[in-house]
């Protein structure tokens, strides 16, 4: 977990970012850290029934990962802004749907769900910030 060849793989690779908790409300750092990724190149996918938009960043809103992988072709990274209780639900998600990476962002922290992602091959990075991680890479030439 927090491998730095793991952070460099999905920064290098990723092109397709599924954003779990996206809020479509100004201010919200799910929203700021999405944009960005956006302005560098990765398309996002808004993961969040309960927005009141139905598209956040021009990007169409999906209610589930299910929904998110059945409308586009591949989803690397499943990106999570949601409170912790959440994350086993959303790491059985990635394990079925078979998505290669799992970002759990500052303050997004489970053990155990990480460890189930991990041992089903899952590359893991937990309280991390994947817009910190970005601008670092990018700013040490995409060295980890």
Not at 59 to 79: G, H, I, Q, T, Y
Not at 103 to 125: I, K, M, P
Request: net charge neutral.
């Amino acid at each position: 977990m927090n491998e730095p060849e793991t952070i460099r793989e999905i920064l290098k690779n990723a092109k397709t970012i599924a954003v779990v908790g996206l809020s479509d409300k100004p201010g919200r750092p799910s929203l700021s850290v999405a944009h960005y990724m956006q302005q560098h190149g990765y398309r996002i996918l808004p993961v969040n029934p309960k927005a009141k938009s139905r598209t956040i960043l021009g990007e169409p809103v999906f209610n589930s990962l299910d929904e998110a992988c059945a409308a586009v072709r591949k989803v690397d990274v499943v990106d999570v802004f949601r409170d912790p209780v959440y994350v086993p639900e959303i790491v059985k998600d990635v394990i079925r749907l078979k998505i290669p990476y799992l970002w759990l962002q500052e303050g997004v922290c489970h053990d155990e769900a990480a460890g189930w992602a991990e041992a089903d091959g899952v590359g893991v990075v937990m309280d991390r910030c994947i817009l910190k991680a970005h601008a670092a890479w990018s700013r040490d030439g995409g060295r980890p």
